[in-house]
Nanobody
Framework: QVQLVESGGGLVQAGGSLRLSCAASGRTFRAIAMGWFRQDPGKEREFVAAIRWNSGRTYYTDSVRGRFTISRDNDTNTVYLQMNSLKPEDPAVYYC????????????????????WGQGTQVTVSS
């Protein structure tokens, strides 16, 4: 079993920054990729960013490219999402997800391809 625990959410003014963390633990953790998604109430979960665990290759949705940066620490099995220049459209519950089965080789943008999810962390942006 794998556990993902997010932290770092909170309230920030528009234009500000937050860094989200997602710590993975479990008997054996061999991620193929890890991703960040976000979800507003009443809306579908939306892809934000992903990273290939071994190569470090990154992927972003267009609305956050250039503002958000995903990174990982292989030693601590932690993935980060640095969010800069936050906008009023960014607030949501942010979830991290891990693919251990390899399905994200097709695409990292589909939530169904991830095997494990964290509990989510709320990000709120004030204007």
């Amino acid at each position: 079993q794998v556990q993902l625990v997010e932290s770092g959410g909170g309230l920030v003014q528009a234009g500000g920054s937050l860094r989200l963390s997602c710590a993975a633990s479990g008997r054996t953790f061999r991620a193929i990729a890890m991703g960040w998604f976000r979800q507003d109430p009443g809306k579908e979960r939306e892809f934000v960013a992903a990273i290939r665990w071994n190569s470090g290759r990154t992927y972003y949705t267009d609305s956050v490219r250039g503002r958000f940066t995903i990174s990982r620490d292989n030693d601590t099995n932690t993935v980060y999402l640095q969010m800069n220049s936050l906008k009023p459209e960014d607030p949501a519950v942010y979830y991290c997800a891990a693919d251990l089965s390899g399905r994200t080789v097709v695409t990292t943008m589909t939530s169904d391809f991830y095997d494990y999810w964290g509990q989510g962390t709320q990000v709120t942006v004030s204007s």
